[in-house]
């Protein structure tokens, strides 16, 4: 069992609409938890941090659920520019990230 | 300022041919990783420096990978020899000193193909 999952998608959706990506962890160790993006033949980028109180950076709002080891992206008024794939990522105690292979997320005009 | 840069960006060798790949990281940054990214897998960790000290390589594959990082600061990571499995993408990142967590900042990555 992969230690973190996702839904791979991929997710067509049309522009302006609401999308809600969730991601589950296996090790309740887990310390850190992000949401990374990752535009095709590129480097992944840091979206948002993920906290338990929830944080919200514009259009996006982020959730983490430790009891039931969730994370969850929520995306208001989508754009065509947010077609990318968005991976979820937890840390443990040391450094490494530790990586979802991705949802495929896809706005249609 | 400049963000991670690595060289080449791409690169097709053949079996059991040798492949080194540089990481430049961000100036002043202390900690740099290597990922990979095998063809329809997730990204996955390689290894952990501070500075020139190996701190983490739990995920090397094998000893047919080695990652230097002479004076702590640019880094390479060569295959030797090269197999068929180790086609892929190869991230570098880097981030800021400990002891908390830092946002790890990537490079553009270097898309190896083995034939």
């Known amino acids: 069992r992969k230690e973190v999952e996702q839904d791979p998608g991929p997710f067509n959706v049309p522009e302006g609409a609401t999308v809600a990506f969730n991601c589950t962890y296996s090790?309740?160790?887990?310390?850190?938890f992000f949401w990374y993006r990752q535009d095709c033949r590129k480097e992944p980028k840091l979206l948002m941090s993920?906290?338990?109180?929830?944080n919200e950076d514009g259009r996006f709002t982020a959730q983490l659920n430790r009891a039931s080891q969730y994370i969850s992206l929520l995306i208001r008024d989508s754009k065509l520019s947010d077609s990318a794939t968005y991976l979820c990522?937890?840390?443990?105690?040391?450094?490494?990230?530790?990586w979802g292979a991705g949802t495929k997320l896809i706005i249609k005009p | 300022e400049a963000g991670v840069t690595q060289f080449p960006s791409h690169s097709v060798i053949e079996k059991g041919q040798t492949v080194t790949l540089r990481c430049d990281p961000i100036?002043?940054?202390?900690?740099l990783y290597w990922y990979r990214r095998v063809m329809g897998k997730e990204i996955k960790f390689l290894l952990h420096?501070?500075?020139?000290?190996?701190?983490?390589e739990s995920g090397m594959p094998n000893n047919r990978f080695l990652a230097e990082r002479t004076g702590g600061t640019y880094s390479t990571l060569k295959v030797q020899p090269a197999e068929l499995e180790d086609s892929g993408v190869y991230f570098c990142?880097?981030?800021?000193?400990?002891?908390?967590?830092?946002?790890?900042?990537f490079g553009p990555g270097t898309r190896l193909t083995v034939l």
């Open positions: 990142a880097s981030s800021q000193g400990t002891p908390t967590y830092n946002e790890q900042f």
């Open positions: 100036s002043g940054h202390d900690n």
């Open positions: 420096f501070v500075k020139e000290s190996k701190q983490d």
């Open positions: 090790n309740s160790a887990s310390q850190s």
């Open positions: 993920v906290y338990s109180s929830g």
């Open positions: 990522v937890v840390t443990h105690s040391n450094y490494q990230l530790i």
